[in-house]
């Protein structure tokens, strides 16, 4: 591997058999980037070393198990495929299974990607499955200008802040959408309009499913932090967990104005109805006594008056005529229309 000074550089690296990337802090902000013969040659407890990993290798798999030096407990939740956001200290190292948005192509935002992470005072391991774009941010700190953090715990804090910030825009456009929505009560379809709805209700409570898990992570690495993680790194915990509980309030409030948004569409929908139905029972009303004398005067029976006479249609249809007047303005008078 090549170290780049440009911004894009941590982005366009490719992986090494499982080897997303590897890199040793120089302790002023930049890193030197390592390949797979320089990790595995690397001491069990490097002097400053952060490795990503692809946990689908084998190669990596193998390097965790025999060269790493990571307990086994730690090393069966790195290559777990399913995870919950948790933090466990273990023989002096650090434990955190955190989330973040799924910013891949095609993928929904909601749909959180785990990043696993071992951190001791002098070493990061942090394994993914699926694509993240968080490790390759961070890294780009530290091999464009040497601006990154400078030591292992500053990496490991960084990560974690980085994973919430970038939550803050996904949650920034769930509730432009809702008062987009808001807006399109009297405009739109009913029908539509209810369904993205429900979409946004499950988008907010996809989230925090993952978030409320992952906030209870960050509260117990902040107060059962290791003595490595200095007050800098300490102050930085305290602030993304802080941030996350505001998260978690958002959705909860963008959760709740979906429901009252729902029961107003369901109260207009039933407005509406309400008028129609009304509509159709004032013209009911009027027609049905016209409906009962047509019906009575045609009915195939002797006897019938104005059978024989040619201005009888003529009269009872000037007396219907006069009827259907009579019950508009006694309707009116009763301010039924």
Request: glycine share 6%; net charge negative; proline share 4%.
């Amino acid at each position: 591997m090549v170290m780049t000074d440009s911004n894009s550089a941590a982005h366009a690296i490719e992986p090494e058999d499982g080897l997303l990337f590897g890199c040793r802090l120089d302790g002023k902000g930049g890193a030197q980037l390592y390949n797979w013969a320089e990790v595995e040659a690397a001491p069990a407890e490097g002097s400053n070393i952060w490795v990503h990993l692809d946990n689908s290798s084998d190669r990596a798999q193998k390097w965790l198990r025999e060269q790493a030096g990571v307990p086994e407990s730690v090393i069966s939740a790195l290559l777990a495929r399913e995870s919950r956001p948790r933090s466990l200290r273990v023989d002096g190292g650090l434990l955190t299974i955190m989330r973040g948005v799924n910013l891949n192509p095609g993928a929904e935002p909601e749909d959180m990607v785990a990043i696993r992470m071992w951190a001791t005072q002098n070493r990061l391991i942090t394994v993914r499955h699926e694509r993240l774009i968080t490790p390759r941010d961070v890294l780009a700190d530290l091999i464009s200008e040497g601006t990154g953090p400078e030591t292992i715990p500053a990496v490991f804090v960084a990560l974690t802040e980085r994973l919430s910030l970038r939550m803050n825009d996904v949650i920034i456009k769930l509730e432009d959408e809702l008062s987009g929505l808001e807006e399109q009560i009297e405009l739109s379809q009913p029908s539509a309009l209810r369904s993205k709805l429900a979409e946004l209700r499950q988008d907010c409570v996809a989230l925090r499913r993952y978030l409320s898990p992952q906030r209870e992570a960050l509260a117990n690495l902040q107060y059962d932090a290791p003595d490595w993680l200095g007050d800098k790194e300490r102050m930085g915990l305290r602030e993304t967990t802080d941030r996350t509980m505001r998260y978690l309030e958002d959705l909860d409030a963008a959760r709740d104005r979906t429901i009252v948004v729902l029961d107003e569409l369901a109260n207009k929908m039933a407005e509406r109805m309400n008028q129609t139905m009304y509509v159709l029972s004032i013209v009911s009303a009027i027609f049905l006594p016209l409906s009962f004398l047509t019906g009575l005067l045609g009915i195939n029976v002797g006897g019938m008056p104005g059978v024989d006479s040619s201005a009888a249609f003529w009269i009872a249809s000037g007396l219907m005529a006069v009827l259907l007047v009579g019950e508009v303005l006694i309707l009116k008078r009763l301010k039924w229309i």
